[in-house]
Structures are given as C-alpha cells and as structure tokens.
Nanobody
Framework: QVQLVESGGRLVQAGGSLRLSCTAS????????MGWYRQVPGKRREFITR???????YYDDSVKGRFTISRDNAKNTVYLQMNSLKPEDTAVYYC????????WGQGTQVTVSS
C-alpha cells in the first residue's frame, strides 16, 4: 500500500514563495504520472498541475507561470515550487498519481496572507 506524505506548507505573505514536497512509499512511483491538487473548505478538491513519467508538465491556468512541478524518482518525491503566491492560493495541498490510484495523504496547509 503506497502512502503519500505532503510537507512544506506554512503561512506566507502574498508575493512570497514556498516549496512543497510529496514523498511516496513503496514501488512504482517512477512509472506513474503525478499531480498536485488543492482544496479549500466547502469546495471540491481541484487539480492544478501534473508531471508525466517522461517529465512532461501541464499547468492549470490558475497557476501557470507561477508554480513549477518537478520530480525526483530516486527519492520517490514530487515537488511544487510556488512563486508569487496570492491569498487565493490558500488551501490544503495534496499530491496523487494520475489516475488517483493511491490513497490521499493528509495534505499540507498553505496560507497566504494579504
């Protein structure tokens, strides 16, 4: 059973930067496309970016130009570099394979103050 552990979230001022990490236990990580999602209370979890097993990247318009996804297969880890943060980026951030074959982790809280 693969477990996902997200980390790196914290309180940051608008315009600031954060780097989130998501580490997967178990095997098979390098064969899977991986994605980052976020969720605010009362709303559905939304997809924001993905990176394929061949390192192709895709970004939702809401984060394009500000966020960068990357992965280190040797460490079973996917990263999310978040720059030029806005208050509307405040959410709990999650990662998962695409499709979402893993159980969701606990997420990491990102709070952007204005």
């Amino acid at each position: 059973q693969v477990q996902l552990v997200e980390s790196g979230g914290r309180l940051v001022q608008a315009g600031g930067s954060l780097r989130l990490s998501c580490t997967a236990s178990g095997t098979g990580f390098s064969n899977n496309d991986m994605g980052w999602y976020r969720q605010v209370p009362g709303k559905r979890r939304e997809f924001i970016t993905r990176i394929s097993s061949s390192f192709f990247k895709y970004y939702d318009d809401s984060v394009k130009g500000r966020f960068t996804i990357s992965r280190d297969n040797a460490k079973n880890t996917v990263y999310l570099q978040m720059n030029s943060l806005k208050p509307e980026d405040t959410a709990v951030y999650y990662c998962n394979a695409i499709p979402n074959i893993y159980s969701w982790g606990q997420g990491t809280q990102v709070t952007v103050s204005s």
